[in-house]
């Protein structure tokens, strides 16, 4: 089974609001990343996970957090949504070393409200 | 500032045609390319990649792209294309081995009958 799996498919948030979003993986990929992604824009890196190791972006660093508990489970965390969260949050997976290939799920649309 | 530039936003093409999508990237360091393609309603998934050795390398479906270190470019070709080629085509870039993945911002190619 090669595939990224992500929950939900759809998420409403109101504005202030906390949200978690879900995505797993059998593969036992080290590397777990996540990505926003709006219309007509680049896939931008929010964080990923080495094995256990966190490293977010600089210029996300405040807005997300995320969890692994186990090699095929990772959250994205959202304290308190804002309008400009409303975007698709795609997961992706990778093996070990720094040159692999990306496993992406379907996304998650997230609608702030 | 790593970036990723890809000129053309869309493209059109006919069926049989071929098709060059463009993706420019700043040099610096050892460097990782790849491309993603993005049916509609689909998660984005691995078309090929180019670390080092030969710099034309082949992907799934007829695709191939060619490094240039001196034009700092990594284009995607494919000699005739399908209709069901028409999807969006993400170009992605890591400098130094680091595990951080950059997307350029796409490509949307049409392929009319």
């Known amino acids: 089974d090669t595939t990224v799996k992500q929950n939900p498919r759809y998420k409403l948030a109101r504005v202030g609001k906390p949200v978690n979003l879900i995505c797993s993986q059998t593969m036992n990929h080290d590397t777990m990343y996540w990505y926003q992604k709006k219309p007509n824009q680049a896939p931008k890196l929010l964080l990923f996970y080495y094995d256990k190791i966190l490293n977010r972006e600089a210029d996300t660093f405040e807005k997300f957090q995320s969890s692994r508990p186990n090699n095929s489970f990772c959250s994205l965390y959202i304290g308190s949504a804002g309008l400009e969260y409303s975007a698709m949050y795609l997961c992706?997976?990778?093996?070990?070393?720094?040159?692999?290939?990306?496993?992406f799920g379907h996304g998650t649309k997230l609608s702030v409200l | 500032t790593q970036t990723v530039s890809q000129s053309d936003a869309h493209v059109t093409v006919f069926e049989g045609d071929s098709v060059e999508l463009r993706c420019n990237y700043s040099y610096g360091g050892s460097i990782y390319l790849s491309w993603y393609i993005q049916h509609h309603g689909h998660g984005l998934q691995f078309l090929l990649k180019?670390?080092?050795?030969?710099?034309v390398v082949q992907g799934v479906n007829g695709f191939e792209a060619e490094f240039s270190k001196s034009d700092s470019s990594f284009h995607l070709r494919k000699a005739s294309v399908h209709w069901s080629d028409s999807a969006v085509y993400f170009c992605?870039?890591?400098?130094?081995?680091?595990?951080?993945?950059?997307f350029g911002d796409g490509t949307q190619l049409v392929v009319k009958p």
């Open positions: 180019y670390y080092s050795g030969n710099p």
């Open positions: 992605a870039v890591s400098w130094n081995s680091n595990n951080r993945i950059f």
């Open positions: 992706a997976s990778s093996p070990r070393g720094p040159n692999e290939r990306l496993f």
